[in-house]
């Protein structure tokens, strides 16, 4: 046993990255294309990323699809925004599943890439755009965001990046 483990502190081991950077459940974004910052909500178990909106509509421009349109949060000013569509995502509606087990409907979600910003750390992430007026936090940061950030999310914490800072 002991020539095995001098054979094996002669091997090189890969380089593993970097530890990830330990956030809270809840934490504020910059999101720099809009100019505002968000209470968001880390949610390990959502794959993307969500922002508030209302009055979406897909049009198409110089032959792509894009999207207009205004946020959905408390202090919105009723500022419209327009976006290149990345993409059109699925979004399984959980909680529309009925008692006779049948699977859960879909809704179809344009996605939209922003530029956020956590602590120190500035990203470009794929964003869905779907009406969250009805939930305490407008942005939702789900999984593949957190991935992005080299995130991991202590649900007993709030608010450890501090204020966004990515000057």
Known sequence: MKSLLALLSLVALPAFAADPTLYGRYENITVSDIGQTFKAKMDTGAYTASLSAKDIERFTRDGEQWV??????????????????????????????????????????????????LGEVKRRVEVNLVDRSSFNYPLLIGAKALREFKAAINPAEKYTAGKPDCA
Request: net charge negative; glycine share 4%; aromatic share 4%.
């Open 68 to 117: 207009r349109f205004r946020l959905a949060t408390e202090d919105a000013d009723g500022k419209v925004y327009e976006h290149k569509v990345a993409r059109i995502s699925k979004i399984k509606n959980r909680t529309e599943e009925d008692s006779e087990g049948d699977s859960p409907e879909t809704s179809s979600r344009p996605v939209v890439d922003l530029e956020l910003c």
